[in-house]
């Protein structure tokens, strides 16, 4: 559980076996300012250590935003490279400690995702938005950049092409459309809801397995086909020695549902 924690700018429930993570500061769409941050990074540290959750998922408070980026009042108050450079690190370290984590993840995309917000959901495995979802990366028209993941992650997801349209207009995309692109995994009336679904879905399987699946598309996006095939190999090599791949495999010999425990 996760009684003990206490946040000024999000909320952290558990469901069972999921966490849900609401960013909640809706007087500005729950825009990520330094202290949201902080906070997001904490819940990622407390999920981490709590050994029942098997997901995440990530959504926005109210029913306006998923998050409508990076605080636009404190990027204002940068005012050197430097501070800048710090503060786009900052952000992409939180972000990536949520990639990392070795469980599925989900972010449930009411509303607007755009800037920082479009980053968190990148940052996420899956993306399940809601039909009035409208994600995008407007930073140029605020003279910046993408900062927090977002010129690396979107390629990798869509494409060079399709990515660098998004970056460059600047342009908000409905759910339909971010289906179509593959920036959306499931577009739904409730993407909460949806999201919850999904997650069932993937929590029946063995937890070791999620795990290693993730983490062999992720690390070997990052690496040469003929390294990335290796550490497929190694991961596949690893389950192949867990309880849980006895238990699959006898189970379905046996004609009965599986009996997971993560070992
Ligand atoms: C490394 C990462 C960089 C970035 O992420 S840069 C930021 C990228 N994001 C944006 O550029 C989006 C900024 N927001 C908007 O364009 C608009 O909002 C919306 C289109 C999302 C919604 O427009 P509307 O329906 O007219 O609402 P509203 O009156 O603009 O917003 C309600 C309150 O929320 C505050 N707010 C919205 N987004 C942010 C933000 N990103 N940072 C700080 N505050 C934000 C507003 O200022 C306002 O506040 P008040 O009621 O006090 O006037």
Redesign the pocket.
């Known amino acids: 559980m996760f009684d003990e924690l206490e946040f000024n700018n999000i909320q952290l429930d558990q469901h069972g076996t999921i966490a849900v993570l609401t960013i909640n500061r809706p ?3 729950n ?2 300012n330094a202290e949201t941050l902080q906070d997001i990074a904490q819940a990622t540290e407390a999920i981490m250590d709590n050994a029942e959750i098997g997901a995440l998922i990530i959504t926005g408070g109210g029913d ?2 998923f998050v ?6 404190e ?1 204002a108050e940068m005012k050197s490279v430097f501070e800048g450079r710090e ?2 690190l900052a ?1 992409q370290d939180v972000l990536q400690s949520i990639a990392n984590l070795p469980l599925p993840t989900i972010a449930a995309v009411n509303g ?1 995702a ?4 479009l ?1 968190l959901a990148l940052a996420c495995d899956i993306r399940v938005l809601g039909k009035n979802a409208r994600v995008g990366l ?2 140029v ?2 003279g ?1 950049i ?3 993941g977002g010129t690396q992650r979107l390629p990798r997801l869509i494409g060079q092409g399709r990515a660098l349209d998004l970056i460059l207009t600047g342009r908000q995309v409905p759910a339909d459309e971010a289906l179509t692109i593959g920036l959306a995994n499931y577009v739904a009336d409730n993407a909460l809801e949806k999201a919850r679904e999904v997650a069932q879905a993937m929590l029946k399987h063995a937890p070791m397995a999620l795990a290693l699946a993730k983490e062999s598309v992720r690390r070997g996006m990052e690496t040469s086909f003929d390294h990335a095939l290796e550490i497929e190999a190694d991961l596949f090599g690893l389950l192949a020695s867990s309880q849980d791949f006895k238990e699959g495999t006898r189970a379905f010999l046996e004609k009965r549902p599986a009996q997971f425990k993560g070992e």
């Open positions: 007087k500005a769409l825009a990520l306006r935003a409508a980026g990076a605080d636009i009042s990027l503060l786009a952000g607007f755009l800037g920082g917000g980053e407007p930073e028209g605020l910046l993408p900062g927090f």
